[in-house]
Structures are given as C-alpha cells and as structure tokens.
C-alpha cells in the first residue's frame, strides 16, 4: 500500500496522525475503518445501526457509478423519510409537497433500526463476495471486449 494513497487509510487513525489500513467504510459516518476502529465504533450505542460495508465493495460501487442518491434533487436536502405508498425515500419537503396525501411516512432511522440484526440482512451479506465476483467478471468482460474492439478498428 502506497503510505501516500489516503483512500486506504484509516480516517479516526488518520486524524491521530497513525496509518492504519481501512478495511470498512460507514456509509453514514463517510468515514473509513480499519478493524480497531471498526469494532470501537460497533461498541457505541449510536453507532451500532449504522450500515458498514467492505472499502473494496465501496469502492467498486463507487467505480461503477452507481448512483446511491442521500440528497433530493429537487430541494437539496438529505432523504430521511419512506414514503411506503410509493415506496420511495424523500426528503421533508417533499413530505410537504408532492408526498402530502400518502400515508403516513416513516423516518429512516425507524426502517433501518433492526436492520442489523435480520435475516435478510444475513442473506444479503453472505451474497456479497458472489455479487462483487460478479460484476469483476463483467468489468473484466467488458474490458476485454472494448479492447478486441479498438484492436478490430485498427
């Protein structure tokens, strides 16, 4: 690991002047972890329902550009509503305006509260070395095929 790459490093650890590197990222605290860090920030109360994720399927997320949108695009805010008619996470503008007559809403934090601790949540993370296989497959797939394409041309 390249000491200078700071996308690798630990960003708690980081900011004790440590390098360490990042094994999770915390989608809500956007920050990288590495284990030791990891397992402090499991240990707190408010932190436990936070959702982490590996920094390799991160980053190959973010590769993809999938697009993981936390801010309406229409009021700049941050999405913290679910509005179950539409099945659909809004913002509190939104709530107010074209979310007015659904049902009542339900906060964020209220849907991913146990979500730790499900069973589909399991099933999904024993998934995931399969699904990022996967799509290295297609992304190698892919490659290959831009280049028999450009050598095609030539």
């Keep these: 690991m ?49 959702h982490v994720r590996s920094v390799e399927g991160n980053q190959l997320l973010a590769s993809l550009q999938i697009p993981l949108n936390e801010y309406c695009e229409v009021h700049d805010q941050e999405k913290e509503l679910f509005c179950t008619l539409d099945d659909e996470i809004i913002c509190l503008t939104c709530s107010h305006t074209s979310h007015e007559k659904c049902p009542p809403l339900v906060h964020l934090s209220d849907v991913t509260k146990n979500a730790k601790t499900s069973t589909f949540l399991s099933i999904l993370e024993s998934n995931t070395d399969d699904t990022l296989e996967k799509l290295r497959h297609i992304i190698r797939d892919k490659e290959n095929n831009r280049v028999k394409i450009e050598k095609q041309k030539k």
Aim: charged share 35%; net charge positive.
């Design 2 to 50: 390249d000491v200078i790459d700071k996308k690798h490093l630990c960003s708690p650890c980081e900011f004790k002047s440590k390098i360490k590197k990042a094994t999770k990222w915390c989608i809500e605290c956007k920050e990288r972890l590495c284990v030791t860090c990891y397992e402090n920030h499991n240990a707190h109360r408010f932190l436990r329902n936070h």
